[in-house]
């Protein structure tokens, strides 16, 4: 690849919203990435979630990351649920492999440095385990459904 081509590729690159893009072109491999704003647990985000009511509509935007959006749940007006966000673009899932009980439920206690899901990104299986003791409220994506980054996946409480 002769470099007007990849000067070319880095600005799409750049002024696209993909956070990572990888491709390979007569032998050669090429990995970019942009960096991410750094959080103290880059693996999940937990943070208080306030008691706001939900944007009506399906135009609802994704919440950027480190944003937290507002869990829609019977227990919705809760100030004191937090949410597990996903670390990464991927797919969910919501137990080891296909056939196997999820790593959690709702209503389980789980304890620090728990898996609670994995997130599948360019074919690796990367684990989400929480930071904190807390409470499963709801699981809040499908098994299998494509999420995210900062997108949350768990309703949850914190324990002490």
Do not use: W
Not at 37 to 47: G, K
Not at 117 to 135: D, W, Y
């Amino acid at each position: 690849m002769d470099l007007d081509k990849l000067r070319e590729l880095i600005g799409i690159f750049q002024e696209s919203g993909l956070s990572e893009i990888e491709f390979e072109e007569e032998g050669r491999r090429i990995r970019l990435t942009k960096s991410l704003p750094v959080a103290e647990h880059p693996q999940h985000v937990i943070a208080h979630v306030p008691a706001v009511a939900p944007s009506p509509g399906p135009s609802a935007a994704v919440p950027a990351p480190g944003v937290i959006s507002t869990v829609s749940t019977e227990a919705e007006h809760d100030e004191s649920l937090v949410t597990i966000e996903s670390p990464m673009v991927g797919v969910f899932y919501g137990s080891p492999s296909p056939g196997e009980p999820p790593f959690v439920k709702a209503g389980d206690i789980i304890e620090e440095n728990q898996a609670v899901c994995i997130v599948e990104a360019m074919k690796l299986m990367n684990e989400v385990a929480s930071k904190f003791k807390c409470e499963i409220v709801n699981v809040l994506v499908e098994n299998g459904e494509p999420v995210e980054y900062g997108q949350p996946m768990f309703a949850v409480r914190l324990v002490e």
